[in-house]
């Protein structure tokens, strides 16, 4: 209730967002709260801020925090965003994006178009594929 009495704009009053909850690795029980076909695999902080801060909306990630539910102690799976939801005067601060579960639909569905994602995918499927033609040709030679 102590919450309440705060501002909007206070960082206590801001929304959390797991990586686990856009994990489409993951389940329901293990975390996941959106469906799986709008879901990403392996989301990270940095991703969900990046975003967040593209849509207009005051993002602050909090990288020590980790998920209750996550089994896994890596790095990579630690941390959270903390997103402002609403206004001082409790109006939402983006008018497409006023409640947690769009923010978190929309966060899922612009990850996969980052550079980071393209770039990666496409540059290190090309490298794996020359390296094993080039494995599979020497061993017919012989």
């Known amino acids: 209730m102590a919450n309440l009495e705060k501002s909007h704009a206070s960082v206590d009053r801001f929304i959390c967002i797991y990586p686990a909850y856009l994990n489409s690795k993951k389940t329901i029980a293990e975390g996941r709260?959106?469906?799986?076909e709008k879901a990403v695999q392996n989301p990270t902080c940095s991703e969900i801020a990046d975003i967040c801060?593209?849509?207009?909306l005051?993002?602050?990630?909090?990288?020590?925090?980790m998920y209750t539910r996550e089994w896994n102690r890596d790095t990579q799976f630690r941390g959270r965003v903390r997103v402002?939801?609403?206004n001082e005067d409790g109006?939402?601060?983006?008018?497409k994006l006023s409640s947690r579960k769009a923010i978190m639909?929309?966060?899922?569905?612009?990850?996969?178009?980052?550079?980071?994602?393209?770039?990666?995918?496409?540059?290190?499927?090309?490298?794996?594929?020359?390296?094993?033609?080039?494995?599979?040709?020497?061993?017919k030679k012989k």
């Open 105 to 139: 639909l929309r966060v899922a569905e612009e990850i996969p178009k980052l550079k980071t994602r393209t770039q990666k995918s496409g540059g290190g499927d090309q490298s794996a594929q020359q390296g094993e033609g080039g494995k599979k040709n020497k061993k």
């Open 53 to 56: 801060r593209a849509n207009k």
């Open 84 to 86: 402002q939801l609403r």
């Open 91 to 95: 109006s939402s601060c983006v008018d």
């Open 33 to 36: 709260r959106i469906p799986i």
């Open 58 to 65: 005051n993002a602050v990630v909090e990288g020590d925090k």
